[in-house]
């Protein structure tokens, strides 16, 4: 009977060591001017899977959905793949765009969306059948001086940051402008946060910015050099962290002495813009511009 006892709390505090065992965190991470997008593990930093891209395929936007599934704009279109490199479906750009943005949204849909002339947002069925069309007319001549990561909103628009304008639309589905909000730099894309306003990551304005986009007001802004162990180059894909935190993708393909400024690749900051944890390895990862949580 005592060895009985004795096995059965032995089990009970495997059991219960191994419940509380902290599930390490998995990063999706991609970028323009990259060959190949990547999950590492947070506290390893270890490649633990990659996908190659072919050369031109300017990947600035991927995402893991809620299904396990791997969605990416690559220029000349969108794809959906599994795990296994499979492809599940893909759609494909016209030969004078390029799809800039793939997203997975709150009613578990995809959005795409294409610059051009006129750009192009659609949303997208898991199964890859188009469930919405709008077409815009950005004003701006040069397709790849339009955008890149395009957002829904709680009113249900879209908001689209413009490079060539540095302003974030609000573009009705019917393809009406709703709101235009002018700030710096070449705004690459927004986040939507609890109290109401956005960060907006400002691309080469070397800024990330807390905005309401109704009134333009900036509550808060990080320039170049005011995150301490993070110069910042092209602030790109941004996504929230579990704790109430940001990372931040500082993309550096603008700048050819990047490099030597030992400067995080990707980071994570606090409410206070203290880093909590960096990516800083040019040997192993290319320049990175999207990143994504795996649940």
């Known amino acids: 009977m005592r060895r009985l006892f004795t096995y059965l709390c032995s089990a009970l505090l495997l059991v219960t060591a191994t419940s509380c065992e902290k599930k390490t965190e998995k990063l999706l991470l991609g970028g323009s001017g990259w060959n190949k997008i990547v999950i590492i593990d947070k506290n390893t930093k270890q490649v633990e899977w990659e996908h190659p891209l072919e050369k031109g395929w300017e990947c ?18 969108a794809k959906l793949i599994d795990r296994n490199h499979q492809e599940i479906w893909n759609i494909a750009a016209p030969d004078t765009c390029e799809m800039q943005t793939a997203r997975v949204l709150s009613d578990g849909n995809y959005l795409l969306g294409w610059v051009g002339h006129p750009a192009v947002i659609m949303e997208v069925s898991p199964k890859g059948d188009i469930l919405s069309r709008t077409e815009y007319e950005t004003g701006i001549e040069h397709p790849h001086a339009q955008f890149r990561q395009l957002n829904k909103n709680e009113r249900g628009n879209y908001l689209m940051p413009l490079f060539a304008t540095s302003q974030v639309r609000e573009i009705s589905p ?10 710096e730099g070449t705004p690459f894309t927004t986040l939507a946060l609890a109290n109401g306003n956005y960060w907006v990551a400002c691309g080469d304005g070397h800024s990330l910015m807390e905005v309401n986009l109704d009134n333009g007001q ?26 109430g935190g940001l990372y931040v993708c500082n993309w550096q393909g603008h700048d050819k002495n990047a490099v030597e400024a030992n400067s995080p690749q990707v980071f994570e ?27």
Do not use: C, H, Q
């Open 174 to 183: 019917a393809g009406e402008v709703v709101k235009i909000t002018t700030l």
């Open 60 to 77: 600035n936007s991927a995402v893991a959905t809620p299904d396990g599934n791997i969605l990416f704009a690559y220029a000349r279109g």
């Open 269 to 295: 900051i606090n409410e206070k813009g203290e880093i909590l944890w960096s990516l800083n390895d040019n040997e192993k990862f290319g320049m990175i511009s999207t990143i994504s949580a795996i649940e």
């Open 218 to 243: 900036v509550a808060r802004r990080f320039g170049e050099n005011d995150i301490k162990g993070a110069r910042l180059f092209f602030v790109a894909g941004l996504l929230p962290a579990k704790d």
